[in-house]
């Protein structure tokens, strides 16, 4: 029998009160790892550079309200810190970790991409 996992809010709280105990190197070495969590994420658009190392800046990318993404979004930059606490936190990166991610940053994804075909990894 399978269970059903509940919407967790305490999540955000036990990754900030993480990341606000964590030493800088810590910070350092759990920033790496969300950033390449999140990098594998299947993003509206592509690279602006071909040889560029990470996800964002993009070109092709646009808000829902047709606008274009210029840079890194805020958001991504926010559920880059924000897995980086789930990470000091210790917490599992199961349904409650995944929907807090997809909650932050589902609006950027490719509407013909499927995350379930990708190379998303978790540390």
């Known amino acids: 029998m399978l269970r059903k996992k509940k ?36 993003f509206k658009g ?16 646009f808000r829902d309200d047709g ?11 926010e559920a880059t810190v924000m897995v980086a606490g789930f990470i000091l936190a210790k917490v599992s990166f199961d349904v409650p970790a995944t929907g807090w991610v997809m909650l932050k940053l589902g609006h950027l994804f490719g509407d013909n991409k499927d995350i379930r075909k990708g190379r998303t990894q978790w540390h």
Request: aromatic residues 6%.
């Open 46 to 61: 592509e690279h602006l550079r071909r040889a560029q190392a990470l996800a964002w800046p993009r070109k092709g990318a």
């Open 7 to 42: 919407w967790d809010d305490s999540l955000p709280k036990k990754g900030a009160v993480a990341w606000e105990k964590a030493s800088k190197a810590e910070k350092e070495v759990a920033i790496t790892h969300a950033t390449e969590f999140i990098d594998t994420l299947p």
């Open 67 to 77: 606008a274009p993404i210029v840079g890194v979004p805020e958001e991504v930059e």
